[in-house]
C-alpha cells in the first residue's frame, strides 16, 4: 500500500508559477512510477507528466517546456514545477503511484490561474 497527499494548489495569475508536491509513505517509494494527472470541470482526466525510477520523464503535450516533475527518493516525495501558468491549467492535480497492477492516488489539489 501506498499513501499518496499533495500540496501546493491554490490560486495563481496568469504568467505565475506553483509548485506542487506529493508526500508518499507505506510502501518501497523508488520502485514506483510516478505520475501527476489533472482534472478540469466536465473533462476526463489528464496525464500531465510522468518520471520513472530511473528519474526517465516524460510530458502532455500541452505542459511541455512550462512543467516540470521531479523525485526525491531520499524523502519518498515528488514534485510538479509549474511555470508560465495559464487559464486552462485550471483543474484538481492528483499524485499517482504505479507499479505492476497496482495503482494508488492522492486525494488531489486545486489549482486555479485566473487574474
Known amino acids: 500500500q501506498v499513501q499518496l497527499v499533495e500540496s501546493g494548489g491554490g490560486l495563481v495569475q496568469p504568467g505565475g508559477s506553483l509548485r506542487l508536491s506529493c508526500a508518499a509513505s507505506?510502501?518501497?517509494?523508488?520502485?514506483?512510477?510516478m505520475n501527476w494527472y489533472r482534472q478540469a470541470p466536465g473533462k476526463q482526466r489528464e496525464l500531465v507528466a510522468t518520471?520513472?525510477?530511473?528519474?526517465?520523464?516524460n510530458y502532455g503535450d500541452s505542459v511541455k517546456g512550462r512543467l516540470t516533475i521531479s523525485r526525491d527518493n531520499a524523502k519518498n516525495t515528488v514534485a510538479l514545477q509549474m511555470n508560465s501558468l495559464k487559464p486552462e491549467d485550471t483543474a484538481v492535480y492528483y499524485c499517482?503511484?504505479?507499479?505492476?497492477?497496482?495503482?494508488?492516488w492522492g486525494q488531489g489539489t486545486q489549482v486555479t490561474v485566473s487574474s
Open positions: 499517482n503511484a504505479r507499479s505492476g497492477i497496482n495503482s494508488y
Open positions: 518520471i520513472t525510477p530511473g528519474d526517465r520523464t
Open positions: 507505506g510502501s518501497i517509494f523508488r520502485r514506483y512510477v
